[in-house]
């Protein structure tokens, strides 16, 4: 008896990580609508913080259920070595490649202050915000950082799980705007 449960457990696990996502490399098939609004504190700076041109967006007030268009939000920690390591891919992107796209960053794991700590060392040129409820994750299905998700309005479309490089960045759009345009 023991021994069917077990099978049964097994079975109902791997139907339930696999389901009908298909898995392409380090990218995940989500297609999942956001329920829920959450509220982030944003990350206020002193005059001469000297923090980029991010700073004017921490302002803005973050709501996920009313994205629009192609966004990227990423997940990290301060303690992440990846995460601070994708900060200058997401910078470059931003920089050189972005129009209408809309990278976030949104910490999780820590304190607000270890947080703002990573901010300002590594001086990041999209918005960031902290997760102070500790509750997006689940929405997310986010289990470990960095990771990364292509949403298109707000609409889940793409995981990357892992540190993301601007190759795969721009691959992850790729596959969202291809996924969006036979899927609508």
Known sequence: MNKILFLALIIIFIISCNG???????FILIDKVISKEYDF????YKPGSNVGAANKAYIQDLKLKELKGYNIINFWASWCYPCIEEVGDFNDFMTLEASNL???GINIFDEYE????????????????FDE?????VEFGVS????????????????YVGKISRKDITKGLDKT????????
């Open 20 to 26: 009908d996502k298909k898995i392409n490399s380090q």
């Open 144 to 159: 470990g950082v960095p990771e990364t998700f292509f949403l298109y309005d707000n609409r889940i479309i793409y995981k």
């Open 102 to 104: 809309k990278i976030i």
């Open 41 to 44: 504190k944003k990350f206020e």
């Open 177 to 184: 705007l291809s996924y969006v345009e036979n899927n609508n």
């Open 114 to 129: 270890e947080a703002e700590k990573f901010i300002l060392s590594n001086k990041p040129n999209y918005p960031n915000y």
């Open 133 to 137: 409820s500790k509750t997006i994750p």
